[in-house]
Each structure stands twice: as structure tokens, then as C-alpha cells.
């Protein structure tokens, strides 16, 4: 079953915003954003993992469909401080990869 609430999803993008921009900056305040954002969703009882059976590229494939820029390239907000995100394109297909591998085997 693949059916999420609306707030689930907020939640997941929330972390898989964090995730990328840790993965992009390696930073000790990127893996900060990402512990306490990960800690906030789990704290409301909203998951902090895909619920069910998706491949990275089924999910990679979903981000193409629904989050192209006008570039053609994905879209992703990116969470860069605390209340602080932006939209970010051009990000690369592997770290996308890598932040949706973390959420299904998280």
C-alpha cells in the first residue's frame, strides 16, 4: 500500500531535503540540520522513512515528473539553516540516489 498522508510526505521531503544538503555540504551544521530534523519528525510521530516497497529509481523517476525546473533539471528545497531553505536545480542524479537509499533502508 502506498498511500501517505499529505503531512507524512511533508515530512519525508522535510528530511530528504535535509539529507541531500548534507550529502552536498558534509558539513558538521548540515549533519546537524539533518539530526534535528529527523528528531523533530519523529518527535510528531511522522515517519522518518518510505513506509513501503519503492526502488530508487522509481523515486528518482517520481522527482523528474513532479519537480522539473523550467531547466528541465530537478528541483529539490534544500534545507541550508534552521528556517532557512531554497531551491536548488541541477543537483546530481547520484546524491539523489544516495538521500532515497537512506530513506528506504533507514
Not at 515530512?11 to 530534523?37: C, H, Q, V, W, Y
Not at 534552521?82 to 544516495?98: A, F, H, M, R, W
Amino acid at each position: 500500500d502506498k498511500d501517505i498522508t499529505h503531512g507524512e510526505a511533508v515530512a519525508l521531503g522535510m528530511i530528504f531535503g535535509a539529507l541531500t544538503n548534507d550529502l552536498i555540504e558534509s558539513s558538521p551544521k548540515s549533519k546537524e540540520l539533518l539530526d534535528r530534523t529527523i528528531k523533530l519528525v519523529g518527535a510528531s510521530n511522522l515517519p522518518d522513512r518510505i513506509p513501503f516497497q519503492i526502488t530508487e529509481e522509481q523515486i528518482l523517476d517520481d522527482l523528474i515528473k513532479s519537480k522539473k525546473s523550467r531547466t528541465g533539471d530537478i528541483a529539490l528545497v534544500i534545507v541550508k539553516d534552521y528556517g532557512s531553505v531554497e531551491t536548488q536545480e541541477g543537483i546530481d542524479p547520484t546524491l539523489i540516489n544516495k538521500a532515497s537509499r537512506w530513506l528506504i533502508n533507514h
